[in-house]
């Protein structure tokens, strides 16, 4: 797992897997004539907020390494070098920023890289981003990954399989590239771009749908311009909304499309909330859809975003880096597991009604509560003084 020096011994096989660079989401063109990529998916609000929902609550949920005890149970490793790892990867980054920006590279991209740094008795001390668009994997002889990226300086550094980091979405059979979502729901995207795109230049001339000046007249080529131009300069544009127009030489107006309400452009733009919710599979109410949501199924659809939304990237975590980052002598005694019960945080009375249930039955203590809690273990008085004071 040594890093430096880099390792030149294997070479790219020249046949084999393809250029996996160019699968990753570039963007092109979709059904509607929108160009969709990664940067203009994530102008749709709903996209952005689904992508932010998942990346900022796994990032936050509180990450621990644990030993395993010959008699079963498990204590914190804090000291242990993976520890320290997950709470500062790298110099610039804390450990929150880190998961937040690989799980959002994720589900944006469907792959997300980081370098990874040992010192010079194999324990890792580091973990360092690299954006996907910048690595190129291919398979070489030996049927191992070599992973490809392009640094700063433009110069083209090569990493063997065990040197890198890799999280993924749900790849092909045979394939060590996760499939992007926004790739794959393309057209669907770039409708939402284009319904959007719709409304903006509508807005844009004049909150008015268009039409047509007629005249009984014959205009030569400057007139028709002459005329088109300025009623442009007078009436297009929100400012000149309501504004009164009035038409010389014969000319009338007539209005051709159906307003906006007609052509239910903002059901429209519901649909692309609740496809984008669907595609990346968070309940609606999360994007800020409150349009079927009531007092008792938001808990609910609170409840499910746990269980089926965050359960997907919460195992990634903690089997790749069971898997990539800890050796296999290592994984026998360590492992990563994150504290769910942080999502609890921002609800006092669940999170008092679980503690409670806890203590009575048995599976908790008062000390273990309070130190989730951040408080002091209890005193030996506390401990002792009676139920009823």
Same mark, same amino acid.
């Not at 929108?34 to 709903?46: H, L, M, P, Q, R």
């Given at each position: 797992?040594?890093?430096?020096? &880099? ?41 952005? /907020? ?12 509180? =990450? ?18 993976? #520890? ?13 920023? &880190?998961?937040? %920006?690989?799980? #959002? ?17 194999? %324990? ?42 890799? !999280?993924?979405?749900? /790849? ?6 996760? +499939? ?10 770039? =409708? ?10 509508? &807005?844009?001339?004049?909150?008015? !749908? ?11 080529? /400057? ?23 009035? !038409? ?51 808990? %609910?659809?609170?409840?499910? &975003? ?5 359960? +997907? ?23 990563? %597991? ?39 273990? !209890? ?11």
């Amino acid at each position: 797992m040594n890093i430096w020096p &880099f390792k030149r011994a294997e070479k790219r096989a020249v046949s084999g897997d393809p250029s996996w660079n160019a699968l990753i989401n570039g963007g092109s063109v979709s059904a509607s004539g929108a160009f969709v990529d990664v940067k203009s998916a994530e102008s749709i609000t709903a996209v952005y /907020a689904a992508v932010q929902t998942l990346a900022e609550s796994t990032a936050c949920l509180p =990450l621990h390494v644990y030993q395993r005890q010959e008699n079963g149970e498990r204590v914190r490793a804090d000291d242990y070098p993976l #520890a320290r790892v997950l709470r500062q990867p790298n110099p610039n980054q804390s450990g929150l920023t &880190f998961r937040e %920006e690989m799980t #959002a590279a994720v589900l944006l991209h469907g792959n997300a890289y980081a370098r990874m740094e040992t010192n010079g008795a194999g %324990e890792l001390t580091g973990l360092h981003p690299i954006h996907p668009r910048n690595m190129t994997i291919s398979r070489l002889s030996s049927g191992r990954y070599a992973y490809d990226y392009t640094d700063d300086d433009g110069k083209v550094v090569r990493l063997l399989q065990g040197e890198v980091f890799h !999280l993924r979405d749900r /790849a092909e059979p045979g394939s060590v590239l996760g +499939r992007s979502r926004i790739a794959i729901a393309r057209d669907t995207l770039g =409708l939402g771009l284009s319904l959007r795109e719709h409304g903006a230049s509508t &807005f844009r001339n004049g909150a008015r !749908l268009s039409g047509v000046l007629q005249t009984p007249n014959v205009l030569d080529d /400057a007139s028709a311009k002459r005329i088109g131009d300025s009623w442009r300069e007078q009436f297009a544009g929100a400012g000149n909304a309501a504004k009164t127009a009035v !038409l010389e030489n014969g000319l009338t107006y007539q209005q051709l499309a159906m307003s906006l309400e007609d052509a239910q452009w903002i059901s429209a733009q519901q649909f692309t909330v609740v496809e984008v919710a669907r595609l990346f599979r968070v309940p609606p109410t999360m994007l800020q859809d409150l349009s079927h949501a009531s007092y008792s199924n938001t808990a %609910e659809l609170g409840s499910q &975003f746990v269980r089926y939304s965050l359960a +997907r990237w919460i195992g990634m975590w903690e089997t790749e880096i069971a898997r990539q980052l800890l050796g296999p002598m290592a994984r026998r005694r360590y492992l990563a %597991e994150h504290s769910v019960e942080g999502l609890l945080r921002g609800n006092p009375e669940a999170r008092a009604d679980f503690y409670g249930k806890a203590i009575k039955d048995g599976w908790m203590t008062a000390d273990e509560v309070r130190r989730l809690e951040n408080l002091p273990a !209890l005193t030996k008085a506390q401990q002792e003084r009676p139920d009823d004071e």
